[in-house]
């Protein structure tokens, strides 16, 4: 049978809460029985054999949901199969090298190593002034981070799809 998979994010303005949609639209194109729910609302992922969670990255580090979730369900985490992303540098190019070559925030790499995620990746984010606090903005333009909308989506459904492809098991002719 197929694995429950759940689709899980921590998202602030919406940008890795599309991303999070998008993975979940394409499993269930493919067959799987998934679930989509924003981090801080699982209280059990016990009945999912497979999760993908994702959270925006802001000043360097997860939502604070995102570490809450990984600190709660670690020992559950390392017993299914787990696929992780950060979303998102904003910015042309390789979002992994704009991250500055880090999948993931330092302080995660502990946890992150004992649960073992088959994948980790990163996709460009959203820099959208109209959703931005004023406090936001002001970080923004003194780092100089491009404002703009930087996801790929060719590049997150693929990354979906060998999700499903990996999930899904052959049925007996
Ligand atoms: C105040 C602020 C700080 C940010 N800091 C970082 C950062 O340190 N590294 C990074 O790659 N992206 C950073 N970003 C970009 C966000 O990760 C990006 O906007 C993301 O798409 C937001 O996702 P969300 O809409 O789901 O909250 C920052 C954005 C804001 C507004």
């Known amino acids: 049978m197929n694995p429950r998979v759940l689709v899980t994010y921590a998202s602030k303005h919406g940008a890795t809460a599309d991303i999070a949609n998008k993975i979940h639209e394409i499993l269930k194109q493919a067959g799987l029985s998934a679930d989509i729910l924003p981090m801080d609302e699982v209280t059990n992922p016990s009945p999912y054999q497979a999760i993908v969670l994702g959270s925006a990255v802001y000043i360097g580090q997860w939502r604070r949901a995102a570490i809450r979730f990984l600190k709660a369900h670690e020992q559950a985490l390392t017993e299914k199969q787990v696929w ?5 540098p904003t910015g042309h190019g390789d979002p992994e090298k ?3 070559g880090q999948k ?3 302080g995660l790499q502990p946890i992150v190593a004992r649960i073992q995620p088959r994948d980790i990746e990163v996709f460009g984010g959203v820099l959208d002034e109209d959703k931005m606090h004023f406090w936001e903005k002001w970080i923004i333009k003194n780092v100089k981070a491009p404002v703009g909308d930087f ?3 060719a590049v997150i459904e693929a ?3 060998g999700i499903a492809e990996d999930l899904m098991v052959a049925e007996p002719a």
């Open 151 to 153: 996801r790929d989506w």
């Open 159 to 161: 990354w979906a799809q």
């Open 104 to 106: 993931l925030p330092e």
């Open 84 to 88: 992780m992303f950060s979303s998102g």
């Open 98 to 100: 704009l991250l500055n």
